[in-house]
């Protein structure tokens, strides 16, 4: 059901950047704010980046995001292995009633 | 520190009615904010299913809208979850979650896994 289309998985080797784009549409990447989680294997979601470019306290300045029409990206410089986790973007969507939507989820493996 | 617990059955039959509860600590729901549900099937991706606000406001997926109620209990500062005619398809792990506008879910509980099985 998701609206939200992320690359199922994307690789990189230490000490490098990757970015993870995320592509929506104009109910809900075009007309709202875009976050981040990041999910470690075994553990529930942590939010990583709100509101298309925030940074929630105790978030590694390695992370970052960006928005531009109806997609978005994250970024990971300085690749470690800790990063090794899946990713979702996520919006709020004003079709309907307004709901919440995530994206497909991206896998990042450090090479 | 705000904390969330989710509880409730690991198993559930077919047809059924699924219920959880959340109970949050190191913050009063009472104060603000939304209160979310999230849930995500073995091996595959997270899906929203809806959340409320202290006076009962509450936003819905609408996949999910017609078997989903979310209600809240301010004395004993937790929130509950009701999926019912469940399916197997509905086997998750449920997380609850503190939520702020327009969604943004900012603490997490560890999640509990529910199964639908006869």
């Known amino acids: 059901q998701s609206v939200l289309t992320q690359p199922p998985s994307v690789s990189e080797a230490p000490r490098q950047r990757v970015t993870i784009s995320c592509s929506g549409s104009?109910?809900?990447?075009?007309?709202?704010?875009v976050n981040w989680y990041q999910q470690l294997p075994g553990k529930a979601p942590k939010l990583l980046i709100y509101?298309?470019?925030l940074l929630p306290s105790g978030v590694s300045d390695r992370f970052s995001g960006s928005k531009s029409g109806t997609s978005a990206s994250l970024a990971i410089s300085g690749l470690q292995s800790e990063d090794e986790a899946d990713y979702y973007c996520?919006?709020?969507?004003?079709?309907?009633?307004?709901?919440?939507?995530f994206g497909t989820g991206t896998k990042v493996t450090v090479l | 520190q705000v904390q969330l617990q989710e509880s409730g059955p690991g198993l559930v039959k077919p047809s059924e009615t699924l219920s959880l509860t959340c109970t949050v600590s190191?913050?009063?729901?009472?104060?603000?904010?939304?209160w979310g549900w999230i849930r995500q099937p073995p091996g595959k991706g997270l899906e929203w299913i809806g959340s409320?606000?202290?006076?009962?406001?509450?936003y819905y997926n609408p996949s999910l809208k017609s078997r989903v109620t979310i209600s809240v209990d301010t004395s004993k500062n937790q929130f509950s979850l009701k999926l019912s005619s469940v399916t197997a398809a509905d086997t998750a792990v449920y997380y609850c979650?503190?939520?702020?506008?327009?969604?943004?879910?900012?603490?997490w509980g560890q999640g509990t896994l529910v199964t639908v099985s006869s």
């Open positions: 190191g913050y009063s729901i009472s104060s603000g904010y939304y």
């Open positions: 979650a503190r939520v702020m506008v327009r969604g943004v879910a900012d603490y």
């Open positions: 509101y298309d470019d």
């Open positions: 409320i606000y202290h006076s009962g406001s509450t």
């Open positions: 996520a919006a709020w969507d004003d079709s309907l009633n307004g709901f919440y939507v």
């Open positions: 104009s109910s809900n990447i075009g007309n709202n704010a």
